[in-house]
């Protein structure tokens, strides 16, 4: 009919001019039909009005500022269904109530992936850890709180200047210990996923976050917990992994 003939003809004039922007000839075009299609239902919802350059490319995920309605700027991360390592990432739903049916296929489980990013980033932000604010999600693309400046995004911690490192480095143990006791490991957590935003630290990637009921969880805390105590520890504070686990673990 001719309501649906509009929206296609919208449709592929958002997509048109999604493919003409700088950041597409950079990217090389990498967005499938379903993922125009999500990001065209986010401008349709409000969420986004446009998408503006590339922040980061990985290997499962790109992610890019876009613009947000009243001047906003948010974050978003595509990911991309078919290089998804889906394996590993299945094996990281294993044990969460949350997740407890998806078996199926990739798409299945990289799907299931972006609404448990959402979802932890929403637990993670009620149990008092700073993350991105979640916004939406819409199939494989996650929207959040943009975090950094006009200039450019917020650095990894690696990156960043660290000011105090003994007082970041308590604020990266509190952080560890809220998320534990909200029970949720990361499960990547290294300077790498902790970004400097206006001299605050924000915890992001959090999609591989486990639950507690993981059967690794505890290994992954261990993990964690070495990863950053060895930061923290080679710039000269007196941090240790095993301490900080048992820190993070004790009543
Ligand atoms: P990688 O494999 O590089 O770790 P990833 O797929 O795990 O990437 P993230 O770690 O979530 O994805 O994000 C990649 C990079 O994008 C981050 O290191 C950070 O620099 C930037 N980034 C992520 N989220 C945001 C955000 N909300 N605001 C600004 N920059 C962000
Ligand atoms: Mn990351």
Same mark, same amino acid.
């Given at each position: 009919?001719?309501?649906?003939?509009?929206?296609?003809?919208?449709?592929?004039?958002?997509?048109?001019?999604?493919? $003409?922007?700088?950041?597409?000839?950079?990217?090389?075009?990498?967005?499938?039909?379903?993922?125009?299609?999500?990001?065209?239902?986010?401008? @349709?919802?409000? *969420?986004?009005?446009?998408?503006?350059?590339?922040?980061?490319? !990985?290997? /499962?995920?790109?992610?890019?500022?876009?613009?947000?309605?009243?001047?906003?700027?948010?974050?978003?991360?595509? *990911? %991309?269904?078919?290089?998804?390592?889906?394996?590993?990432?299945?094996?990281?739903?294993?044990?969460?109530?949350?997740? /407890?049916?998806?078996?199926?296929?990739?798409?299945?489980?990289?799907?299931?992936? =972006?609404?448990?990013?959402?979802?932890?980033?929403?637990?993670?932000?009620?149990?008092?850890?700073?993350?991105?604010?979640?916004?939406?999600?819409?199939?494989?693309?996650?929207?959040?709180?943009?975090?950094?400046?006009?200039?450019?995004?917020?650095?990894?911690?690696?990156?960043?200047?660290?000011? $105090?490192? /003994?007082?970041?480095?308590? =604020?990266?143990?509190?952080?560890?210990?809220?998320?534990?006791?909200? !029970?949720?490991?990361?499960?990547?957590?290294?300077?790498? $996923?902790?970004?400097?935003?206006? !001299?605050?630290?924000?915890?992001?990637?959090?999609? @591989?976050?486990?639950?507690?009921?993981?059967?690794?969880? /505890?290994?992954?805390?261990?993990?964690?917990?070495? $990863?950053?105590?060895?930061?923290?520890? %080679?710039?000269?504070?007196?941090?240790?992994?095993?301490?900080?686990?048992? *820190?993070?673990?004790?009543?």
């Amino acid at each position: 009919d001719r309501i649906a003939r509009r929206q296609d003809r919208e449709f592929s004039e958002f997509r048109k001019r999604l493919k $003409n922007t700088e950041q597409f000839k950079v990217t090389g075009g990498v967005f499938d039909d379903a993922t125009f299609a999500a990001l065209y239902k986010l401008v @349709q919802d409000g *969420y986004i009005e446009a998408i503006g350059g590339p922040i980061s490319t !990985g290997k /499962e995920a790109d992610v890019f500022e876009a613009l947000a309605p009243e001047d906003e700027t948010v974050a978003i991360k595509v *990911y %991309r269904i078919n290089a998804s390592d889906f394996r590993q990432m299945r094996d990281y739903l294993e044990g969460d109530p949350r997740f /407890e049916n998806i078996r199926g296929d990739k798409k299945r489980v990289v799907l299931a992936w =972006v609404k448990k990013e959402y979802g932890n980033l929403l637990r993670a932000k009620k149990a008092g850890v700073r993350v991105p604010d979640p916004i939406a999600v819409q199939r494989n693309v996650l929207v959040m709180e943009y975090l950094g400046d006009e200039t450019r995004a917020a650095p990894t911690l690696d990156d960043a200047d660290l000011g $105090n490192p /003994e007082t970041a480095y308590e =604020v990266v143990r509190e952080y560890i210990r809220r998320l534990y006791d909200a !029970g949720l490991v990361h499960g990547d957590l290294s300077e790498y $996923n902790l970004v400097v935003d206006d !001299g605050e630290l924000v915890v992001i990637d959090v999609g @591989q976050a486990v639950t507690v009921h993981h059967p690794n969880s /505890e290994e992954f805390l261990r993990r964690d917990c070495r $990863n950053v105590a060895n930061f923290f520890a %080679r710039e000269g504070v007196d941090a240790d992994g095993d301490d900080l686990y048992d *820190y993070v673990v004790s009543e």
